[in-house]
């Protein structure tokens, strides 16, 4: 019970301070921006003499860097909306009121890491979505596996805001914030020089990246996602921004499906113990 | 130290204690916190908890409500260990400084933390607009909290900490930011729990508040115990007598060492130290068959803050 009461307060409060909804009006220039470029491309396309061919790998391309935006602003948003929630609360004392009702230190936490999941579904939903609708009718282009795609990039931003709030147990808000985009970064730096190591057909380049991914998976499971949704021809296309050049495997998958689980267990495990 | 309930004060008078410490500790690094506090608040009176700042106060309070591990010693809250997540169910707690999300209203607060507490929703829709009226918010239930006053919020927070009837309740600061009307309404509010058959555990630095709200003080000093005072059961303390007489002679004020433990003599000014209330009929009754001509014969109690200065020290603030 408490536990729903939690969940439903952090989402309350994601839209009662306009949260959620400042989020999607951004998410909804952002679709806004993306469906005139593509259309001026479709424009272009039909005053010269490209073939259809080449035509839709081209706007595969750009929906995939749609997609990709996409992927990046879910991933910022999940840690910016919740890297206060723990640190900050803690720190400010809006904790102990609530810490001193007959429930669990476990119920709270889990409560408002529902309560952020939730919104995060929202949020993937309506953008992921959106992204996908408007290369759909406006550029007439889909992706492989929308649904597949949608679900890594939702488990990347649960992954992002797991690390976030097991920080946020033990450090303050501005440090929290800093580790986890710090360590976003690195993860982001690691995918693309693994990726440009199709270039240079540098082995060290791919080990760099994997390790850059096994202390933080998130970026890989884009790559994954982007692995599954890009067509086959695009991906192996050299040129292309998302080719297949190093996929990350179903067990990078699993090991970032066991470092999310990880990081909350060490996560409740230090907030039940710490002192508040 | 031992406390005692009044006879037929509380319906909880005989179930035993609502706070028991024995050896508590607490140290962060080599701060030491809490240093061997022992402690028995008995069930039903309104006990105050005084002590300067970095008394371990706080802290304290923090490992009975469970917030805080002790790193020794022991603590039962109602008869139970604290940090027991179900005894929660009967404990109020006002923190100090109280925070909120101030983008509730003050229904919508009252609701989160009833919610919490366990009480359940058609017991909540009665019982949030009662609480609203006793803290005098029945005006502003509607109001988010950004736009309360300090004042506003203190109320707003007594009334989570009383959402769900507790038998325990844990006040830090709770006149902190009220006017004098407020500090009125808090201590009719602390006193009406008290006719219940609540204990209420009251952390403040209003030293008057405390001398007319509580039972029971304790002092604390470094983390542990200094001094205990029973602040209905005054007959047995210290008392100053200020006596204005004539035909004081050194042998009669000599004669008042049986029943002071001081004296001071000036003129026609005598001022004595008496050992308790009770000896006071036989100092007056010693003065007069010593033949003096006693005009004046006033009893002046230690107050509070004469007794938190004498504990303290002078160098300890508050």
Same mark, same amino acid.
């Given at each position: 019970?408490?536990?729903?009461?939690?969940?439903? +307060?952090?989402?309350?409060?994601?839209? /009662?301070?306009?949260?959620?909804?400042?989020?999607?009006?951004?998410?909804?220039?952002?679709?806004? $921006?993306?469906? +005139?470029?593509?259309?001026?491309?479709?424009?272009?396309?039909?005053?010269?003499?490209?073939?259809?061919?080449?035509?839709?790998?081209?706007?595969?391309?750009?929906?995939?860097?749609?997609?990709?935006?996409?992927?990046?602003?879910?991933? $910022?948003?999940?840690?910016?909306?919740?890297?206060?929630?723990?640190?900050?609360?803690?720190?400010?004392?809006?904790?102990?009121?609530?810490?001193?009702?007959?429930?669990?230190?476990?119920?709270?936490?889990?409560?408002?890491?529902?309560?952020? #999941?939730?919104?995060?579904?929202?949020?993937?939903?309506?953008?992921?979505?959106?992204?996908?609708?408007?290369? /759909?009718?406006?550029?007439?282009?889909?992706?492989?596996?929308? #649904?597949?795609?949608?679900?890594?990039?939702?488990?990347?931003?649960?992954?992002?805001?797991? #690390?976030?709030?097991?920080?946020?147990?033990?450090?303050?808000?501005?440090?929290?914030?800093?580790?986890?985009?710090?360590?976003?970064?690195?993860?982001?730096?690691?995918?693309?020089?693994?990726?440009?190591?199709?270039?240079?057909?540098?082995?060290?380049?791919?080990? $760099?990246? +994997?390790?850059?991914?096994?202390?933080?998976?998130?970026?890989?499971?884009?790559?994954?996602?982007?692995?599954?949704?890009?067509?086959?021809?695009?991906?192996?296309?050299?040129?292309?921004?998302?080719?297949?050049?190093?996929?990350?495997?179903?067990?990078?998958?699993?090991?970032?499906?066991?470092?999310?689980?990880?990081?909350?267990?060490?996560?409740?495990?230090?907030?039940?113990?710490?002192?508040? | 130290?031992?406390?005692?309930?009044?006879?037929?004060?509380?319906?909880?008078?005989?179930?035993?204690?609502? =706070?028991?410490?024995?050896?508590?500790?607490?140290?962060?690094?080599?701060?030491?916190?809490?240093?061997?506090?022992?402690?028995?608040?008995?069930?039903?009176?309104?006990?105050?908890?005084?002590?300067?700042?970095?008394?371990? %106060?706080?802290?304290?309070?923090?490992?009975?409500?469970?917030?805080? %591990?002790?790193?020794?010693?022991?603590?039962?809250?109602?008869?139970?260990?604290?940090?027991?997540?179900? &005894?929660? @169910?009967?404990?109020?707690?006002?923190?100090?400084?109280?925070?909120?999300?101030?983008?509730?209203?003050?229904?919508?607060?009252?609701?989160?933390?009833?919610?919490?507490?366990?009480?359940?929703? @058609?017991?909540?829709?009665?019982?949030?607009?009662?609480?609203?009226?006793?803290?005098?918010?029945?005006?502003?239930?509607?109001?988010?909290?950004?736009?309360?006053?300090?004042?506003?919020?203190?109320?707003?927070?007594?009334?989570? *900490?009383? =959402?769900?009837?507790?038998?325990?309740?844990?006040?830090?600061?709770?006149?902190?930011?009220?006017?004098?009307?407020?500090?009125?309404?808090?201590?009719?509010?602390?006193?009406?729990?008290?006719?219940?058959? *609540? !204990?209420?555990?009251?952390?403040?630095?209003?030293?008057?508040?405390?001398?007319?709200?509580?039972?029971?003080?304790?002092? =604390?000093?470094?983390?542990? &115990?200094?001094?205990?005072?029973?602040?209905?059961?005054?007959?047995?303390?210290?008392?100053?007598?200020?006596?204005?007489?004539?035909?004081? !002679?050194?042998?009669?004020?000599?004669?008042?060492?049986?029943?002071?433990?001081?004296?001071?003599?000036?003129?026609?000014?005598?001022?004595? =130290?008496?050992?308790?209330?009770?000896?006071?009929?036989?100092?007056?009754?010693?003065?007069?068959?010593?033949?003096?001509? &006693?005009?004046?014969?006033?009893?002046?109690?230690?107050?509070?803050?004469?007794?938190?200065?004498?504990?303290?020290?002078?160098?300890?603030?508050?």
């Amino acid at each position: 019970m408490a536990l729903w009461i939690m969940a439903g +307060i952090t989402l309350r409060e994601a839209a /009662r301070k306009k949260i959620l909804w400042t989020a999607l009006a951004a998410g909804l220039g952002f679709l806004a $921006v993306f469906g +005139i470029g593509l259309h001026y491309q479709m424009t272009d396309f039909d005053a010269g003499s490209t073939p259809p061919f080449l035509r839709y790998q081209i706007l595969s391309g750009m929906l995939m860097v749609g997609l990709y935006t996409v992927d990046l602003l879910a991933v $910022v948003m999940a840690i910016l909306t919740s890297v206060d929630t723990i640190s900050g609360e803690i720190t400010s004392g809006t904790i102990h009121a609530m810490a001193s009702k007959p429930v669990a230190r476990w119920q709270l936490f889990i409560g408002k890491w529902a309560g952020f #999941v939730g919104m995060l579904a929202i949020y993937v939903t309506v953008m992921f979505g959106g992204t996908i609708a408007v290369g /759909r009718w406006v550029g007439g282009v889909t992706p492989q596996n929308p #649904v597949y795609g949608a679900l890594l990039v939702f488990f990347e931003c649960v992954l992002a805001l797991t #690390v976030t709030l097991m920080f946020g147990t033990w450090f303050s808000t501005l440090t929290n914030g800093v580790i986890v985009l710090g360590l976003h970064g690195l993860a982001f730096m690691g995918g693309w020089l693994e990726q440009m190591s199709g270039f240079t057909d540098s082995s060290r380049l791919v080990a $760099v990246g +994997i390790v850059s991914s096994l202390i933080m998976p998130s970026e890989a499971i884009w790559r994954r996602a982007a692995f599954e949704m890009e067509s086959p021809l695009a991906g192996s296309l050299q040129f292309s921004p998302f080719a297949d050049i190093s996929v990350p495997s179903l067990t990078m998958i699993g090991y970032a499906g066991v470092y999310l689980l990880s990081a909350l267990a060490i996560a409740l495990y230090h907030f039940q113990q710490r002192d508040l | 130290m031992t406390s005692s309930a009044a006879p037929g004060e509380s319906r909880h008078a005989t179930d035993g204690f609502a =706070i028991q410490t024995h050896n508590l500790r607490k140290v962060y690094g080599k701060k030491v916190a809490v240093r061997n506090l022992s402690l028995e608040v008995a069930r039903g009176q309104i006990f105050g908890f005084l002590g300067p700042n970095g008394a371990g %106060k706080s802290t304290s309070i923090k490992i009975l409500l469970g917030l805080v %591990k002790p790193s020794g010693g022991e603590a039962s809250v109602l008869g139970v260990p604290c940090g027991d997540t179900a &005894v929660r @169910r009967k404990i109020g707690f006002l923190p100090e400084d109280f925070r909120f999300y101030e983008w509730l209203t003050a229904t919508e607060l009252l609701e989160l933390h009833g919610g919490l507490a366990g009480v359940p929703a @058609r017991r909540l829709r009665e019982r949030v607009p009662v609480l609203l009226d006793l803290v005098g918010l029945t005006p502003h239930r509607d109001k988010r909290l950004q736009e309360f006053s300090k004042g506003m919020l203190q109320r707003i927070g007594l009334a989570q *900490a009383l =959402i769900h009837d507790p038998e325990l309740i844990f006040l830090d600061e709770p006149t902190s930011g009220l006017d004098p009307m407020g500090r009125r309404l808090v201590r009719d509010i602390i006193r009406s729990q008290r006719e219940r058959g *609540a !204990t209420v555990f009251l952390n403040s630095h209003l030293l008057s508040e405390i001398e007319v709200t509580c039972d029971q003080v304790v002092f =604390i000093r470094d983390g542990e &115990v200094a001094a205990v005072r029973d602040l209905r059961a005054s007959h047995n303390e210290e008392v100053r007598v200020m006596v204005r007489a004539r035909k004081l !002679t050194e042998e009669s004020i000599a004669g008042l060492s049986a029943w002071s433990t001081s004296t001071h003599s000036e003129g026609e000014l005598l001022t004595l =130290i008496a050992r308790s209330q009770d000896s006071l009929p036989d100092i007056l009754r010693h003065l007069v068959a010593a033949g003096a001509d &006693v005009y004046q014969f006033t009893p002046q109690p230690f107050s509070l803050e004469e007794l938190f200065v004498e504990i303290m020290g002078k160098d300890r603030g508050l």
